[in-house]
C-alpha cells in the first residue's frame, strides 16, 4: 500500500472525514478523467508539503494534509508540473520520488484519476505553517517576474515587488535612441529605435529626416507613426512626403486619405 498527501483548505476537513476526497481537478495529460492531486508521504516534511506555499496563494491560508492510502498497482501519472505525466502505478511514483535529488523533486507531482474514499483516509492533519517554493521551484535568489500572470493583484507584497521590480523598463533616454537611430544600419534595430521614440514629446526631426528615403518600406511606415510624437510643426514636411509614399501602408500611416475603388 503507498501513502500520499493530498492539500486542501482547512474548511473542508469535516466533509474530507465523512466523505473522502472528490474528484475535482483535471490532469494535464491528455486523459479527460477528473481526479486529484497528492505527493508521497516522504521522510522530508518540507518536500512532501512542498507546494502548500504555492497553493495558499490561491486558496486560504489554513490548509490541512489529508493523508491516505493507496494499493500500490493503482494507475497514477507522475511528473515535473511543466512536463507532461507519464502513466505509473503508486508504488512507480513513490520510486521515481525517491530516486530524485531534493532539488529534482521539487514541481513533481502526482495525478490520481479518481477520488478518495473515506475509508482510504488514514489521518488529516492541519499545516504547521506553510512550506516549499514559491511562483517556481528553485526561485528563491533569482529575481521574481512582476508581470500580472505572476503576481495576481492585491496579494501580499505585490506593490512592493513591482516597486522593487518593475515589469515595465523605463524607456531609454530620447537622446540615446536618437543617437543610435543616426547610426544604425540594420532594419530590425531601426524599427526598434522608431518605436521607443513613439508617444514622446520631440522637437529635433532632422535628427530622423534621412530615414524618409530608407529603401525598406516598413522602415518608412514605423517612421510615420513615431512622427506622431514630434511638433507637428516641424514633422509636417517629413510627414507630407512620406503621404505621397509609393506603398500603400506607408502612406496610411502618414495619415493620407486613400480613393477607394
Request: charged share 30%; hydrophobic share 35%; with cysteine.
Amino acid at each position: 500500500m503507498a501513502w500520499f498527501v493530498h492539500l486542501t483548505p482547512e474548511k473542508n476537513a469535516a466533509r474530507v472525514r465523512r466523505s473522502g476526497l472528490s474528484p475535482v481537478s483535471r490532469s494535464r495529460s491528455v486523459d479527460p478523467r477528473l481526479g486529484i492531486y497528492c505527493a508521497p508521504l516522504l521522510p522530508d516534511y518540507t518536500l512532501t508539503h512542498q507546494w502548500s506555499r504555492e497553493l495558499i496563494r490561491f486558496k486560504t491560508p489554513n490548509m490541512v494534509a489529508v493523508h491516505f492510502r493507496i494499493p500500490d498497482d493503482t494507475p497514477v501519472t507522475v511528473g515535473h508540473y511543466g512536463k507532461a505525466p507519464e502513466p505509473v502505478t503508486a508504488a512507480q511514483a513513490v520510486a521515481r520520488f525517491l530516486s530524485l535529488s531534493p532539488e529534482e523533486m521539487c514541481g513533481y507531482e502526482v495525478f490520481l484519476p479518481r477520488g478518495v474514499d473515506a475509508k482510504e483516509i488514514r489521518r488529516i492533519r492541519a499545516l504547521r505553517r506553510p512550506v516549499g517554493w514559491r511562483y517556481m521551484p528553485n526561485a528563491h535568489g533569482r529575481k521574481p517576474c512582476s508581470c500580472p500572470a505572476c503576481l495576481n493583484p492585491g496579494e501580499y507584497g505585490v506593490a512592493k515587488l513591482r516597486e522593487r521590480f518593475p515589469y515595465d523598463s523605463p524607456p531609454r533616454p530620447r537622446q540615446e535612441v536618437l543617437a543610435q537611430l543616426a547610426t544604425a544600419e540594420y532594419r530590425g534595430e531601426i524599427i526598434d529605435l522608431l518605436n521607443d521614440l513613439r508617444g514622446r514629446g520631440q522637437g529635433d526631426v532632422f535628427r530622423v529626416a534621412h530615414l524618409v528615403d530608407h529603401p525598406d518600406p516598413e522602415v518608412r511606415e514605423v517612421l510615420a507613426y513615431a512622427l506622431e510624437g514630434f511638433s507637428p510643426k516641424v514633422a509636417a514636411e517629413l510627414l507630407e512626403k512620406l503621404r505621397n509614399d509609393p506603398v500603400r501602408a506607408v502612406r496610411e500611416a502618414a495619415g493620407a486619405e486613400e480613393d477607394e475603388d
